[in-house]
């Protein structure tokens, strides 16, 4: 299960930092988009940004060497901290809302060297 978890995530984060590329989440949308994967799944729309969201911050915490999540943390609770950053930082919202996702993951759980 947790070799299936990590394969998608680096699919996602393929497709993510790809399509960033071509259509350029701003951090607005993904902020909207990780603000409503907070909500209980109960349309398709809540779902599809859980989706999005999730698979972002899932992928950039696999891909990253210097973010260092503990564990036990829940998916939850990554998508609360960038939630959090992204509203301690309405300044960057129209940076790249993958890019903002690492900053805020890094911030909250930066490896120690």
Aim: overall charge negative; glycine content about 8%; some cysteine.
């Amino acid at each position: 299960m947790r070799l299936a978890t990590i394969l998608i995530s680096v699919c996602l984060l393929a497709a993510t930092t790809a399509d960033a590329a071509k259509w350029g989440m701003p951090g607005s949308e993904m902020w909207g988009a990780c603000a409503r994967a907070l909500r209980p799944l109960d349309t398709p729309d809540n779902g599809y940004n859980a989706g999005l969201c999730d698979g972002t911050v899932n992928a950039v915490i696999f891909m990253k060497d210097d973010i260092c999540m503990p564990e036990g943390v829940s998916p939850q609770q990554a998508t609360r901290v960038v939630v959090r950053y992204f509203e301690a930082h309405p300044e960057l919202l129209h940076f790249d809302g993958v890019t903002l996702v690492q900053a805020a993951l890094r911030e909250a759980w930066p490896c120690q060297r």
